[in-house]
């Protein structure tokens, strides 16, 4: 299967501080790259959806002020957490997608653990 | 709205213990499902992609199944390794142009030794 990788795999900040995670396709080039959070014990949760060179789609209720998502090429999205406070803390994980037909599989990184003091 | 329920919410087996786990959906035009595997602490690991009703695809002691309602997980004589949480998720066609899942709340998968 495809490769997507995260980095940092952990990271603990102050709160007000920004966090930047980036999100790369290592074999090939995603169409579409996604970002999820995940609770303790819940599934995956949606935040946005991001295509390359173009603006993100956030699902309802992400603050796109806060959850700030950059798709700069087919092999690499970020995801900078602004202001980040304690809530903010939890498991967000990427995917990237060739998208098309019969080819709508998402690879998912290994995600990045986020904790806010 | 799409929807995935997948059951049981835990299963123990035994190793060597074959059984099964669902995944039901009612999706606006089923593009794909898919099968992922979750260890704790990591991200989904890719199992399964399946298209149409009837398609079947086996990996070692994995074999997923899909029918008009609902998909199968079949776990056939598995080993303490293949404790993880396994989730389902389809793609529907209806007004989603960029590949949203709907992911199911998984199955908490212990095989004991």
């Known amino acids: 299967g495809a490769v997507v990788s995260q980095h940092p795999s952990r990271v603990i900040c102050k709160s007000g501080t920004s966090v930047k995670i980036e999100c790369r396709s290592l074999?090939?080039?995603?169409?579409?790259m996604f970002w999820y959070r995940q609770f303790p014990k819940q599934s995956l949760m949606l935040m946005a959806t991001?295509?390359?060179?173009?603006?993100?789609?956030?699902e309802q209720g992400v603050e796109k002020d806060k959850f700030l998502i950059n798709h700069a090429s087919l092999t690499l999205s970020t995801l900078t957490v602004t202001s980040a406070h304690p809530e903010d803390s939890s498991f967000y994980i990427c995917?990237?997608?060739?998208?098309?037909?019969?080819?709508?599989?998402?690879?998912f990184g290994p995600g990045t653990r986020l904790t806010v003091l | 709205e799409d929807q995935v329920t997948q059951s049981p919410e835990a299963l123990r087996l035994q190793e060597g213990e074959s059984s099964s786990l669902n995944c039901s959906y009612t999706?606006?035009?089923?593009?794909?499902l898919f099968w992922y595997r979750q260890d704790p602490g990591k991200g989904p690991e890719f199992l399964f992609t399946?298209?149409?009703a009837g398609e079947e695809k086996e990996k070692e002691r994995l074999k997923a199944t899909l029918t008009k309602k609902e998909s199968f997980l079949h776990i056939t004589a598995p080993k303490p390794e293949d404790s993880a949480t396994y989730l389902c998720?389809?793609?529907?066609?209806?007004?989603?142009?960029?590949?949203?899942?709907?992911f199911g709340q998984g199955t908490i998968l212990t095989v004991h030794p």
């Open positions: 995917s990237a997608a060739l998208l098309g037909l019969r080819t709508d599989t998402q690879y």
């Open positions: 074999d090939f080039q995603a169409t579409t």
């Open positions: 991001s295509n390359e060179g173009s603006k993100a789609t956030y």
């Open positions: 999706v606006s035009g089923l593009r794909g």
């Open positions: 399946l298209y149409s």
């Open positions: 998720a389809v793609l529907g066609a209806g007004g989603t142009s960029y590949g949203k899942l709907t």
